[in-house]
Every structure is written in structure tokens, then in C-alpha cells.
């Protein structure tokens, strides 16, 4: 493989566009941080509360939605530079909002962003990869999520400390950081969000696509930069251009062909069914469910961090052996395990004080909780969605399932406060808990093992199981 591959240009193209997972955690994570002060702020009552968190995930659906669409009509490397600038609007916006409005717009706008980096990047990134090592360099877009989430809790921790033990000369930074510490923490996203701007310039467009385009001179350039070797270039060329021979066009009727729905609708299922298992409830309301747990202030965000190093360093470790032990067998494991760590936070919260459990005990199955999901279901979704749709419509599959996706992240960011002031918090994690089962009976049914095999024979998967449709 070192012969025939140029594996450090490779994973180059790789990191470069799963920047973007880090702009999507970052997005997603730094919220958690302002909610008590914006809450406060701003008055809001508990739908309003879950509005704040969930607005931009109504712009993570739009995206989602029109990025498969845009991506295969512009290109993979065109719709991640638009989400770069929709980054960096948000954080902008958000960082000088003068009114509850205006902050609920800047976010939606910066949701559209992160649903389009989180169709593309994991597109870009399986086309541009070996069979041997797809699933690694799609998870190291998970794994710049989790960095996201990280440097969105550092962030958030450390600017909550200045606001309390410091203050500025300077009228902009006292409002930034100290008198309106929320601004801050949002309008910090636009570090990394120039930084995507400027490095996606350095990738070459997805060979694939220029294949599925006509540009064949351009995508033989591009895969000579990945297969030195000239035979492995025009096997890959070729393989490629073949099963393309026997699809049709991109269009979304072409969705409608049961072979093609029945994968779709298999990932959209695991897609929606993964955030009601509980961990887009810890991502965004975290030092919430601290603070009910007796864990407040910098101690809860402390804690959150604790989170975000336990999500990286698991993502660390799926990353290096989701191509040795296999999709399927990471989700039976890592789900087994959040349906314990689900249950047991469930019991602290119903009879923690009748049996004398503390918060030692919470934290512990929490972060066991972070370790299971990100280990299993964060690390391999992004893989098997970007991996099991055929070539020619894998954008416009890839929007449906990430629409189901950020449809079940939206309702989850809207419904939390409301589940943990109604059901409790107790009943909203004995829910999460039921909620894994049917997701592991799809994995386990329904869900072929894709691990090893090039995009062309999973391809040809489901178009052996349509004779049975």
C-alpha cells in the first residue's frame, strides 16, 4: 500500500476538511455555557430556553437539507467554503447582538453552516479515502467534533473565570468578557471559523465528483496526487467511472427506487433514532443537569469539561480501531454500555438521596455515559452515512439522512428543559435508556458491515438486496 498510495497527502485532504467537524462542535458545544446568563438576561421562560438552544438547529435542518443538493451541483469544496462564511457571520453577529431576535437569527445562520460541514466534510473526506482506511479518516472528522466540543468548554470555563476575577480598561473587552461574558464565549467561534476559510483554498476538488461531472483530465490529476502508482490510478479511475455507467442521474427521484429508499431510510432511522439516546441532551444542557445534581457554576462547567476530555480522548481510540473491530461490533458494545450508564444516572436521580449515592457516583456513570456513545454511535454514523449511499445520488442521500439527523437534535435541544422540569430527571434518563434498544436492533438487522470494503461494493450491497424488495 505504501507503494501505490500517498497516504501522508491523503490524510492531509482529510484533516484539512474535517476542520470543519471542528467548527460544528464549537458551534454546537459553546452554547451550553451561555444559557444560564442568557436565560437571565434576556428573561426567558423554559420554551424560550430551549428556542435559544435549539434555533440554530433549525438552521442545521436547512442545511442539512440543501447541502447534498448543493454539493453535488457546485462541488464538495464550494458548499464547505460557504459554510466557512456562514461561520463566521454567526459568530460575529452573535458576539454583537443587541436583542434576543437578532441572536436567535446570527444562530440559525451558523446552524446552516453546521449542517452543511456535517453532510460534506464526511462526504469529501470517504472520496477521497482508500477502502483500507475510510473509516479512520471519516472519523477524524468526529474526532475534530469532539475537539470542537473541548476547546468550546475550555473556552467557556475560562472566560467565566475572567468575568469573575477581572476587569478591563477597555469598554469592548468589558463588555465581551465581563459584563456580558456570553458574547465572548459566542464571538470567540470566529477564530476557527477564518481559519476553515483560508485552509480550504489548499484541497483539491473530490475526484469522484469530477468524475460524476465529466471532468475526467481533472480527476485523473487530483487521484495521481493519491495514487502515484499509474496502475492503481486507473483501476481506482475506472472502478469508479463504471458504477456510474449503471446509475443514472442525480436527481431526487431517483431517491424513489426501492433499492436506493431502503438504504436511505435505514440511515435516517439510525441518524434520528441516535440523539434521542440522550447525548445531545448532555452536549447542550450539561451544566444544567450538573446544577440539578448539586454541581453549580465553575464547578458545573469544570465538570463539562471533564466531558469534553473524556468525548476526545474515547474519539482518539474508536478512531484507531474502527477499521480493525468493525462498525457493528463498537455499536453492540458502546450502546450496551450507555443503556447501564443511562439507567444507573437515572437511579441517582430518583433515589440518590433516599440511598445515599453522591455526586461522585453521577459524575462517574456520566462520563462512562460520554465514553460508550463515543466510542460507538458519534464515531460511526458520520462513517456509514457517508459510506452507504451509491455514487451518483450519495448528496441527496446524505441531506435526508442528516435532515432525520438534525431533525432529532433540534427536537431533543427544544424538549430537554421541558423533559427535565416535567419528567424529571430521572424519567428523561430511564427514556434516553429505552430509546437505545431499537436503535441496536437496526444496527444488528438492518445495517450491513461496511468495514474493508470499497464505496463501489457496498454499492453493490444493496443492489443485490433489491431482488428481495
Known amino acids: 500500500m505504501a507503494k501505490t498510495v500517498n497516504t501522508g497527502y491523503m490524510i492531509f485532504l482529510a484533516v ?33 430556553q430551549g428556542w435559544y438552544v435549539g434555533c440554530a438547529l433549525i438552521g442545521s435542518i436547512a442545511g442539512a437539507s440543501f447541502a447534498g443538493m448543493t454539493s453535488d451541483a457546485i ?34 445562520i451558523g446552524g ?113 496526487r493519491i495514487y502515484p502508482d499509474a496502475a492503481r490510478l486507473e483501476s481506482e479511475y475506472e472502478i469508479t467511472k463504471s458504477s456510474l455507467n449503471d446509475e443514472v442521474k442525480s436527481e431526487w427521484k431517483e431517491l424513489l427506487q426501492p433499492w436506493i429508499l431502503k ?36 464547578d458545573a462547567l469544570f465538570s463539562q469539561v471533564l466531558v469534553g476530555i473524556v468525548n476526545m480522548v474515547t474519539t482518539v481510540i474508536a478512531l484507531l480501531i474502527i477499521d480493525k473491530v468493525g462498525r457493528k461490533q463498537l455499536v453492540y458494545w458502546g450502546v450496551s454500555g450507555m443503556i447501564v450508564s443511562l439507567v444507573m444516572i437515572g437511579i441517582y436521580f430518583a433515589f440518590g438521596e433516599r440511598i445515599g449515592l453522591g455526586n461522585g457516583f453521577m459524575l462517574a456513570f456520566f462520563l462512562f455515559y460520554v465514553f460508550c456513545c463515543a466510542i460507538s454511535i458519534s464515531a460511526v454514523v458520520f462513517v456509514l452515512l457517508s459510506e452507504m449511499y451509491p455514487n451518483s445520488v450519495r448528496g441527496r442521500a446524505m441531506s435526508v439522512s442528516g435532515f432525520a439527523l438534525w431533525v ?62
Not at 76 to 95: D, P, S, Y
Not at 168 to 185: A, E, I, K, P
Not at 273 to 278: A, C, P, S
Open 16 to 48: 484539512v476538511s474535517a476542520i470543519g467537524g471542528i467548527l460544528f462542535g464549537y458551534d454546537t458545544a459553546v452554547i451550553s455555557g451561555t444559557i444560564g446568563i442568557v436565560t437571565q438576561q434576556f428573561s426567558l421562560d423554559t420554551m424560550q
Open 75 to 108: 462541488g464538495r469544496k464550494k458548499t464547505m467554503l460557504i459554510a466557512a462564511v456562514f461561520f463566521c457571520i454567526c459568530a460575529i453577529g452573535c458576539a454583537e447582538s443587541t436583542s434576543f431576535a437578532q441572536l436567535v437569527a446570527f444562530r440559525i
Open 112 to 224: 446552516v453552516g453546521v449542517g452543511f460541514v456535517s453532510i460534506v466534510s464526511p462526504i469529501y473526506i470517504s472520496e477521497i479515502s482508500v477502502a483500507e482506511k475510510r473509516g479512520t479518516l471519516v472519523s477524524l472528522y468526529q474526532l475534530a467534533v469532539t475537539i470542537g466540543f473541548l476547546i468550546a468548554y475550555l473556552v467557556n470555563y475560562a472566560i467565566l473565570d475572567i468575568s469573575q476575577t477581572r476587569e478591563f480598561q477597555s469598554g469592548f473587552l468589558n463588555r465581551m468578557l465581563v459584563d456580558d461574558y456570553w458574547r465572548g464565549m459566542l464571538g470567540s467561534g470566529a477564530v476557527p471559523a477564518v481559519l476553515f476559510l483560508a485552509i480550504i483554498f489548499f484541497i483539491p476538488e473530490s475526484p469522484k465528483w469530477l468524475i460524476t461531472k465529466g471532468r475526467g483530465s481533472m480527476a485523473r490529476t487530483v487521484l495521481g
Open 263 to 298: 438504504a436511505v431510510l435505514i440511515g435516517s432511522a439510525i441518524a434520528i433514532l441516535g440523539q434521542f439516546m440522550g447525548v445531545n441532551a448532555v452536549l447542550y444542557y450539561g451544566p444544567e443537569i450538573f446544577a440539578k445534581a448539586g454541581i453549580a457554576g465553575g
Open 408 to 469: 432529532g437534535t433540534y427536537l431533543i435541544g427544544q424538549l430537554t428543559p421541558w423533559l427535565l422540569e416535567n419528567l424529571t430527571p430521572a424519567g428523561t434518563f430511564f427514556l434516553f435508556a429505552g430509546m437505545c434498544i431499537p436503535y441496536i436492533l437496526i444496527m444488528w438487522k438492518a445495517v450491513p458491515e461496511t468495514t474493508g470494503k470499497t464505496l463501489e461494493e457496498i454499492e453493490g450491497y444493496w443492489k443485490r438486496k433489491r431482488k428481495n424488495i
